[in-house]
């Protein structure tokens, strides 16, 4: 091949190389281009053969090794509102299992290859040669530093699955940003060996989620030498400026993680003081309207994890699905989960089920926040209970497939009577959600039939949340009796009984722990700290019976509205049967003084313990420690 027209160590200059196809085809700018051999994902390929005058190859090195950049083209979508998207995820290089087993994040395939991008999006047309499309934006590309720690999280999931054999379980509901999709002609049609197991996995690919895509084009459409022919009028250019404005970072900066902690873990850590608390209660210490029913949940989610603006940035990033589950006062639920409704016309042109609608929806994480209502239906009582994310297990997005291909059949036929109901598929059904009769939707028959919508079974939804709480509170700790004295009280902190922690804290007999057990959040040394198991139920949602909590010892100093276990004399607590209690901490001020103090359960259906003063005129009761949220035992 002749020598390449640009300076093949320069980043800039191969870009500006790339440029040249700004507003046109590879076949206008190269007419010796052709469409010979070149597949679903083959534009590259042409590209690098006919514009760049390299071959192509599959070298773990990137595409422009010198320069270290890889090239990449990826289609672009106009919806019918004129705006333009990115059509699909960006699929990078094959996971070698067996390789990237013994790899670091800086060492990964993921990173040699992909840390500097060259992304060449181009407009996609059905029934058009790929070397006749036409590019619409070229930019060079790599992650954002605010972005970078999600990456590399994301990459640590997938790569933690690989060192555990359980590579075949790999979907890409388990990350936010950095997924690792199928890579094939079909599914089960390319299988890989993986490290110690003999269970071959399916060929997958690392790739970047369509709504970080979306987002990657979104900000490009600002900067007119990135685009060509694409449409920004000025009202457009201030509506994405204005969403912009409305994104609001949960974190921002690296210090505001926790020792080993990841995105999940952080998000979890912030609500976890709130759960066991009302709406009304959260709305309070939080100074916060809660607003229309309608609204809360999100409102209260922003507040709790310090998101000022309206829209939260990660989670449009990485396309979480925030979804709302108000349990009713006994446990059940009434309503199924509904979503997006069906566009007729879209899903009869889905050929392949990993690019459908559905399967976008289903393979996104989703953050449930559990709410249950209280006796009276209150929306403003209801107590928050449980916060989780959550992905569809791979054996339930199998039965999804199969639903979704009957539903686009039916939709191809004209067949809007017959849709699969909730008695007739384990975890989704189609049912309307139109407003009136006369909310419709076009056909590709070209009628109009009543809008439906996709939804999720209740009793599913309700299997989910259920699961969730049985396995928080069966998810007991290793529990070692010996420590190395430079991990004591940073990774691993003393086990009592609530008994034991009272006696060692009020005596000067020295109590031995029953063991120790290992935390996350301690960030120095700190033999306040120790960990107890909870008893009963009084305090359920916020903890439950037998769950393992992290204690600070306060000397009798504590502040109202926290979590405390405490020492009580004359009262006995029916659930320890001992003198003391995990409680919310309560008082009552008169002339300036403290003349009652309470312990109040969160659990309604359990009596507050009233502590009154003692004959020596002292409130007789100690608080032995205060609830840390911040320390949680792994």
Known sequence: ?????????????????????????????????????????????????????????????????EAGLELKCSPLKELADGSTVAKERLVLNIINYLDEAGASFRTSSFWKKN?????????????????????????????????????????????????????????????????????????????????????????????????????????????????SGLKLTPAKRHQILRKRQELGAIV????????????????????????????????????????????????????????????????????????????????????????????????????????????????????????RKNADGDSRKAVLEDVFFWSMPVTDLLQAEAFWKDTRDKVRSGDYDHFMRSTEHPVCHVRPKAQNAADTAPTPQGGCEKKKCYWLNRPYVLRIVESHAQKARHSDPQILHTVSEALKYRAYLPLYSLRAACGRFGSEERVEPEGWVRVRGVHAPNRRLYVVRAIGHSMEPRIHDGEYKVFEFRDGACNPGEIVLAEHTGVVDAETAGAYSIKRFEERIEHGERVEAMLVPVNRDYPTIMLRKGSNSALDYRIVGTLKDDVRVV
């Open 252 to 371: 921002r900066n690296v210090d505001d993680y926790e020792v080993e902690e990841t995105f999940e873990d952080l998000v979890i850590r912030r609500f976890r003081p709130y759960i066991g608390l009302s709406a009304d209660e959260i709305a309070c210490r939080l100074d916060v309207e809660i607003g229309s029913p309608k609204s809360m949940s999100y409102t209260l989610c922003r507040a709790i994890l310090g998101v000022k603006r309206k829209r939260i940035a990660e989670f449009e990033k990485a396309g979480v699905l925030l979804k709302t589950i108000r349990l009713e006062h006994d446990g059940g639920l009434k309503e199924a989960m509904s979503f997006s409704t069906i566009k007729y016309c879209g899903i009869a042109q889905e050929e392949e089920w990993d690019s459908s609608e559905w399967h976008d929806i289903l393979t996104r994480k989703f953050f449930f926040v559990v709410f």
């Open 1 to 65: 091949m002749p020598s390449p027209p640009y300076d093949v160590t320069s980043k800039e200059s191969i870009l500006q190389h790339g440029r040249k196809l700004l507003g046109h085809s590879l076949r206008e700018v190269n007419p010796n281009a052709t469409a010979d051999n070149v597949g679903r994902g083959g534009l590259g390929q042409a590209v690098e053969r006919f514009h760049f005058n390299y071959q192509p190859n599959s070298e773990a090195a990137p595409d422009f090794a």
């Open 115 to 227: 840390a500097f991008l060259l992304l060449m999006f181009y407009l996609h047309q059905a029934g058009v040669s790929r070397v006749d499309l036409v590019f619409k934006l070229i930019r060079n590309w790599s992650i954002p530093p605010e972005d970078l720690k999600i990456f590399e999280d994301d990459w640590k999931t997938i790569h933690n699955k690989i060192l555990r054999g359980r590579a075949h379980e790999i979907h890409e509901g388990d990350t936010f940003y950095l997924a690792a999709c199928e890579k094939g002609s079909a599914a089960g049609a390319e299988m890989r060996e993986q490290p110690g197991t003999s269970v071959r996995a399916q060929q997958r690919a690392y790739s970047i989620k369509k709504c970080y895509m979306d987002q990657i084009v979104l900000e490009s459409l600002l900067h007119p030498e990135m685009t």
